[in-house]
């Protein structure tokens, strides 16, 4: 081989640019410059990198995942509190008349609870709840708790957290629509 | 004897005979592919078979492809270039050979156990230990063989095609060896040594790394002989070639934490993931515009030659896929594309168009000079290479709107963002159902072109000749010694001392703390400018260093050597020494009971993880759905970790408990019962299996090596303590008028899964593994 000095060969057609003296099994190479755009795009990413790191882990400016998605939780949770503290059992029962909330209900119901419950809430894997046992309290405050928070040790899940207050309220209007509202509660029926 | 001329004859055989086996491995694996993507769309085709499962057949058709289909393409394009460019017949053809039909054994080997349920359970390493030893004994015949061949060589300087084969043999050898580290419990199961987020990070330094140094980096060198061979023309530019090689290898290793963004891993992996990552995408395209570049003065051939439209159109998709990583290496681009389609799109951008196309445009280069008579049919040739490109932009197109469909879904809020909008899995899953379809017709369009490939190849060799390649050479003098580099003049040269300078700093600026990270940016700083000041008088001397380099493969070697396995020792090894009570934040998991650990390796058997992950990201909407966000102590014990990389179901690292065992047993049997729309395999087996109880004693024995701190149990022990936990879920069955005897695999099955998410608070001690 000869040393990167000397001068390299005649290109194959004039006005190429030059052709490196080696070639293997035929194969020739150019040695050319190195597109701008290429070479700014590296150093580009290399200066990302140092600025990213700095903030990252350096400038004590960033917040780590951990905190960031307490912090987050935290909202989630109060808004959830503040949404909560407006179902009583006059207002489930009223809503449980309400056709719009009953169907909206019956949609989610058929989707996340018919599993266990079935579809025409006879039970199954889970109780029955057109029957008139409430194994954890007949008071529709006490059926959003259950919905909400679940009972873990019956293999019931909490969907307040999945579902969200709206849709498990609705869930409950339509679970109640199946059930008579006591006497002393006077509603208007359409 | 150095003006003596000698008459060589390639070892152009074993070429034939790798390139006749990556057509069948091909059809193979493409085939498997298309089964899989139909059992995604019609769950029947799951033919509750335990061996057609999805769970086991997925990872059969990812090894099939990558290891039987592109490591058999390899191996051909490797061994011709290699003949050639160096001038001398493969060293030994006994090697040879046993390197052929050891890889055929290997892979026949995994064909069978892998429907079968032997595995260790983690991506593209599934393959049980005997086989792991297998595969590295024949990679090292590979070694010997090509090195030996090096050693023999007539042409003194190395090729940019010979660089990227060595990479490829050292840096496969040092990810297979570590990733596949493991203590058996039999002659076909293993627990990997490492466990939880060591096991993660491992993983996909070797999972990454295998798309670099398997898929890439020899694909690459085969670019680099064939392409300008069919083109004839000159490649583009020698010096791009230095740099984007150089470059490549060092970058390459760092970027393996982005398969594991927003997840438990610790944040300073993350970010040296992500930044790495967005590093790689200009070395990458550097060997793109070789390739492309190489074309200028010979694009009017595409009309009329196959072979190079192949070859453009297969580093085009390199260029694509290449650009795709690194912006799904963005944290919050991965935050919408991970756990979806998206990736799976990715990764077949890459396969299908640069992996196939390669070794499709190779094989119709090779095979009439191998068999010594023309193509059989152009016309088909083009016909394959349109059915191919329609397949893949059908299949691509159709991944990317299913998976930014389905990651938009699920991570989409109302009400103030306090709330999922769609809180049912299965809605998101059947809301892609049609761009599954549309997936699996474009994956059997690119299969169609295959076997018209495979037609073509048939008629063209069929009564033909098989014909060895010749050449006349002078038989080369030894290179002079002080042309070749020694010991010292490889490692203490301008190049390289800059690169470990910048290094060095490099990491004590990141690692260092306040003081020394000052010490840190200055140093890398002033070592920059000294090295572009050195380059810019005396870079004839970087030049001139590189030239003798070239002619020095051991030293080369060397070198290589040291630029892939920086990374991984940055990275690796602080996770994995440090103790094990420290890798943990504020949580650590309780060892599983021995029935709970029966019922994981059910789990592992059965592939779960190809479709359910068990970590839920610290991003709200995860949460949301699946529960607080896992912390690293959480999966300490497990060996092998089960993060997973797809959600074709739902996260289950918090499914313990949520349901009852009623619903489990339920769901197992008929997944739609309790699922309506889910496309689940049923697993009508759990039911009639008994629990392998007698090797549980020997797996705890293996799990307390790997210092689980499970207390000591005679296997009487182990007998009482399965049947007591056998008997409270059969007990809460029975209350649900669900019947089953205790020792069947559903019952052990069922308190795995009940046990997920259960885990001790301790005091948090993160300190330890902050830089």
């Known amino acids: 081989m000869k040393s990167p000095d000397a001068p390299p060969p005649a290109s194959p057609t004039p006005g190429e640019d030059p052709l490196r003296p080696h070639t293997y099994d035929g194969i020739q190479e150019y040695d050319k410059r190195l597109p701008n755009w290429w070479l700014l795009t590296f150093y580009a990413t290399i200066v990302f990198w140092i600025g990213y790191w700095m903030y990252f882990q350096q400038s004590g400016l960033s917040t780590s995942d951990g905190a960031k998605i307490d912090q987050h939780l935290a909202q989630v949770e109060a808004q959830k509190l503040a949404a909560n503290a407006a179902f009583d059992d006059a207002s489930l029962w009223k809503m449980s008349r309400n056709a719009v909330f009953v169907d909206a209900g019956r949609a989610t119901f058929n989707a996340t609870c018919a599993s266990c419950h079935h579809a025409t809430l006879i039970g199954g894997i889970g109780p029955s709840l057109v029957d008139a046992v409430w194994v954890h309290g007949a008071q529709p405050t006490q059926m959003l708790k259950v919905v909400n928070e679940g009972v873990l040790t019956k293999g019931m899940p909490a969907w307040g957290p999945i579902l969200g207050p709206r849709k498990v309220s609705e869930v409950l209007a339509f679970i109640l629509s199946h059930h008579t509202p006591p006497a002393d509660l006077a509603l208007a029926t359409k | 004897m150095s003006d003596q001329k000698i008459s060589i004859t390639y070892n152009d055989r074993v070429v034939r005979q790798f390139l006749l086996a990556t057509m069948l491995w091909g059809i193979v694996g493409m085939l498997v592919g298309v089964l899989v993507a139909s059992q995604l769309n019609f769950w029947r085709l799951n033919f509750n078979l335990p061996w057609l499962t999805f769970g086991r057949l997925r990872p059969l058709h990812t090894n099939a492809v990558i290891f039987a289909f592109v490591g058999n393409m390899m191996f051909a394009g490797v061994y011709y270039s290699t003949q050639r460019l160096v001038k001398a017949r493969l060293a030994s053809d006994f090697l040879s050979s046993l390197h052929f039909w050891g890889w055929q054994a290997i892979i026949v080997a995994a064909a069978i156990t892998l429907p079968l349920g032997f595995t260790r359970g983690k991506e593209y390493a599934e393959l049980i230990w005997p086989i792991n030893i297998a595969v590295a004994l024949i990679w090292v015949v590979f070694a010997v063989n090509f090195f030996w061949t090096l050693a023999r060589r007539n042409e003194p300087s190395l090729y940019v095609a010979i660089w990227f084969y060595i990479a490829t043999i050292i840096t496969v050898a040092m990810l297979y060896i570590v990733n596949h580290l493991s203590i058996p419990t039999s002659l076909?199961?293993?627990?990997?040594?490492?466990?939880?987020?060591?096991?993660?990070?491992?993983?996909?330094?070797?999972?990454?790394?295998?798309?670099?140094?398997?898929?890439?980096?020899?694909?690459?060198?085969?670019?680099?002989?064939?392409?300008?061979?069919?083109?004839?023309?000159?490649?583009?530019?020698?010096?791009?070639?230095?740099?984007?090689?150089?470059?490549?290898?060092?970058?390459?290793?760092?970027?393996?934490?982005?398969?594991?963004?927003?997840?438990?891993?610790?944040?300073?992996?993350?970010?040296?993931?992500?930044?790495?990552?967005?590093?790689?995408?200009?070395?990458?395209?550097?060997?793109?515009?070789?390739?492309?570049?190489?074309?200028?003065?010979?694009?009017?051939?595409?009309?009329?030659?196959?072979?190079?439209?192949?070859?453009?159109?297969?580093?085009?998709?390199?260029?694509?896929?290449?650009?795709?990583?690194?912006?799904?290496?963005?944290?919050?681009?991965?935050?919408?594309?991970?756990?979806?389609?998206?990736?799976?799109?990715?990764?077949?951008?890459?396969?299908?168009?640069?992996?196939?196309?390669?070794?499709?445009?190779?094989?119709?280069?090779?095979?009439?000079?191998?068999?010594?008579?023309?193509?059989?049919?152009?016309?088909?040739?083009?016909?394959?290479?349109?059915?191919?490109?329609?397949?893949?932009?059908?299949?691509?197109?159709?991944?990317?709107?299913?998976?930014?469909?389905?990651?938009?879904?699920?991570?989409?809020?109302?009400?103030?963002?306090?709330?999922?909008?769609?809180?049912?899995?299965?809605?998101?899953?059947?809301?892609?159902?049609?761009?599954?379809?549309?997936?699996?017709?474009?994956?059997?369009?690119?299969?169609?072109?295959?076997?018209?490939?495979?037609?073509?190849?048939?008629?063209?060799?069929?009564?033909?000749?098989?014909?060895?390649?010749?050449?006349?050479?002078?038989?080369?003098?030894?290179?002079?010694?002080?042309?070749?580099?020694?010991?010292?003049?490889?490692?203490?040269?301008?190049?390289?001392?800059?690169?470990?300078?910048?290094?060095?700093?490099?990491?004590?600026?990141?690692?260092?703390?306040?003081?020394?990270?000052?010490?840190?940016?200055?140093?890398?700083?002033?070592?920059?400018?000294?090295?572009?000041?050195?380059?810019?008088?005396?870079?004839?001397?970087?030049?001139?260093?590189?030239?003798?380099?070239?002619?020095?493969?051991?030293?080369?070697?060397?070198?290589?050597?040291?630029?892939?396995?920086?990374?991984?020792?940055?990275?690796?090894?602080?996770t994995v020494v440090v103790n094990k009570a420290q890798n943990m934040e504020d949580r650590i998991a309780t060892p599983y009971t021995p029935l709970e650990l029966a019922g994981r390796d059910i789990y592992v058997r059965e592939g779960c993880y190809n479709c359910h992950s068990q970590m839920i990201r610290t991003m709200v909407p995860d949460v949301l759905r699946y529960g607080d966000y896992s912390r690293m102590g959480e999966s300490l014990f497990d060996h092998p970790f089960q993060w997973g990389s797809r959600r074709s179901g739902p996260d289950l690292a918090r499914v313990g408990g949520k349901y009852n065992a009623a619903w489990h047993f339920v769901h197992m049997a008929d997944p739609r019962a309790t699922s309506p729309g889910s496309n689940m395999p049923a697993y009508p087996w759990l039911y009639t299996n008994r629990t392998d109880v007698a090797s549980l004693y020997g797996k705890l024995n293996v799990q307390r090596m790997l210092a689980v701190p499970y207390p000591a149990m005679s296997p009487a022990d182990v007998q009482a303590s399965v049947e007591a936990q056998a008997k409270t879920i059969t007990d809460e069955l029975k209350a649900t008028q669900q019947l089953t005897a205790p020792d069947r695999e559903i019952v052990a099955l069922i308190a795995y899964l009940q046990r997920l998410g259960k885990y001790e608070t301790v005091a948090p001690r993160t300190a330890a593994l902050q830089p």
């Not at chain 2, 010991?487 to 703390?513: D, Y």
Request: proline fraction near 5%; hydrophobic fraction near 55%; charged fraction near 10%.
């Open chain 2, 188 to 574: 076909l199961h293993s627990y990997p040594v490492f466990g939880g987020v060591q096991d993660a990070l491992v993983q996909w330094w070797y999972g990454h790394n295998a798309v670099a140094f398997f898929l890439t980096t020899p694909i690459l060198g085969i670019m680099y002989y064939f392409l300008p061979k069919a083109a004839e023309r000159p490649v583009y530019s020698y010096r791009l070639s230095v740099i984007h090689f150089w470059s490549l290898v060092f970058v390459y290793i760092w970027a393996g934490p982005h398969h594991l963004l927003n997840t438990a891993l610790p944040n300073w992996l993350q970010v040296l993931g992500m930044t790495f990552s967005l590093m790689l995408w200009a070395p990458s395209w550097g060997g793109m515009l070789n390739g492309l570049l190489t074309l200028r003065g010979a694009w009017h051939k595409l009309r009329t030659d196959p072979v190079l439209k192949f070859f453009a159109a297969a580093v085009t998709f390199y260029g694509m896929a290449t650009f795709e990583g690194p912006l799904l290496s963005i944290k919050s681009v991965n935050a919408l594309a991970h756990y979806s389609d998206w990736i799976i799109g990715h990764v077949h951008s890459g396969a299908l168009g640069w992996n196939g196309f390669m070794a499709a445009g190779m094989i119709y280069w090779l095979l009439p000079r191998l068999w010594n008579r023309p193509l059989h049919s152009v016309g088909l040739a083009n016909l394959h290479f349109w059915l191919g490109t329609v397949g893949i932009l059908l299949y691509v197109a159709a991944m990317w709107t299913s998976g930014i469909t389905q990651g938009l879904m699920l991570n989409a809020t109302t009400e103030g963002g306090s709330v999922l909008a769609y809180p049912n899995f299965l809605d998101t899953l059947n809301t892609i159902r049609p761009m599954m379809l549309m997936r699996l017709i474009g994956g059997g369009l690119y299969l169609v072109g295959f076997l018209i490939m495979a037609y073509n190849l048939v008629r063209t060799i069929r009564g033909a000749q098989p014909v060895d390649g010749t050449i006349e050479v002078f038989a080369r003098s030894a290179v002079p010694q002080e042309e070749r580099l020694g010991a010292a003049t490889t490692l203490f040269n301008p190049p390289v001392v800059f690169s470990a300078l910048g290094t060095l700093f490099a990491c004590v600026w990141m690692f260092g703390g306040p003081g020394l990270q000052i010490v840190g940016l200055f140093g890398g700083a002033i070592s920059a400018i000294l090295a572009v000041a050195h380059f810019a008088t005396r870079g004839t001397r970087w030049a001139g260093w590189h030239e003798r380099l070239l002619v020095s493969a051991a030293s080369f070697t060397v070198l290589t050597f040291v630029a892939v396995a920086a990374g991984g020792l940055i990275q690796i090894i602080p």
